[in-house]
């Protein structure tokens, strides 16, 4: 497990449809989990070995997602909020979702404090791997043995992310 801490620009609108709820767009810069191959070769007495390791890095790409909210005044000027989000990534066009609990603090008619938990993933495409191993066993420049074996990672994988939230909002 790794901790970070970093901040990711974003910016949004929303329409009220209700007191209640709201529907919206976001878009922003986000951390993204990247898987790549990595091909090691060895041969020991005339067995050729290929693996492929896969390891991970961490990019910076912007997305764009459609939001739901639905929030409840608690009195006063304290309200709960809970958004569901889709959208994609814009550079590698992968799908993104998002799930926000909020809570919100009303500083004046326009400004409100906003803290709370997000969970969101994005579904990436690794990069194509191929894998195999070839056996040649020889005796006396026979070959005796000859085995080819391949295969195709994963397409997609889902790397999911829990984020503590702290912003602003301004409402005009």
Not at 32 to 53: E, K, R, W
Not at 58 to 79: C, I, K, P, Q, T
Not at 130 to 145: F, K, P, R, W
Not at 155 to 167: M, Q, V
Request: glycine share 10%.
């Amino acid at each position: 497990y790794t901790t970070r801490t970093e901040s990711s620009p974003f910016i949004g609108v929303n329409y009220s449809i209700s007191p209640n709820f709201a529907v919206g767009a976001v878009v922003g810069n986000s951390t993204i989990l990247t898987v790549s191959p990595q091909t090691d070769v060895t041969a020991v007495n005339g067995v050729q070995n290929v693996q492929v390791h896969t390891y991970s890095t961490n990019s910076h790409e912007w997305f764009a997602r459609l939001a739901s909210r639905y929030s409840v005044a608690l009195g006063g000027s304290w309200s709960v909020e809970g958004s569901a989000e889709g959208g994609m990534l814009l550079g590698s066009k992968s799908p993104m979702v998002c799930f926000q609990l909020l809570g919100n603090q009303s500083l004046s008619d326009a400004i409100d404090v906003q803290f709370g938990v997000l969970g969101s993933g994005v579904w990436t495409s690794p990069a194509a791997i191929q894998t195999g191993t070839t056996d040649q066993s020889t005796n006396t420049d026979t070959v005796i043995a000859y085995r080819t074996h391949s295969q195709t990672a994963l397409t997609k994988i889902f790397s999911p992310a829990l984020t503590a939230r702290f912003g602003l909002q301004y409402r005009f």
